[in-house]
């Protein structure tokens, strides 16, 4: 059973800066793809930034270049550093990763962890 733990969510005023990270119980090799999700009350959950194993990365056009995805092999965690928040960046923010292979796939998602940006 894989288990991502996030953390570093937090208040923060319309401007500054978070780091999210997320601490996976599985080496992050295993995994084909690793991102970052939000849900906002009331709006459908999105896909914020995302990287896979043959190295490509995707993010939303709200967040590019206010946010940055990255990960630490060694310590198996992934790494959301986001600047320049905005209020609309209010979000639950939840850590995904995915892996596939003899015609299944499996996804698995942490318990999320809240941000909330005051204007």
Known sequence: QVQLVESGGGLVQ???SLRLSCASSRSIFSFNAMGWYRQAPGKQ???VASFTSGGSTNYADSVKGRFTISRDNAKNT?????????PEDTAVYYCNAAHW??????????????VTVSS
């Open 45 to 47: 959950r999105e896909l």
């Open 78 to 86: 992934v790494y959301l550093q986001m600047n320049s928040l905005k």
């Open 14 to 16: 319309a401007g500054g």
């Open 101 to 114: 292979g003899n015609g299944g796939e499996w996804n698995y998602r942490g318990q999320g962890t809240q």
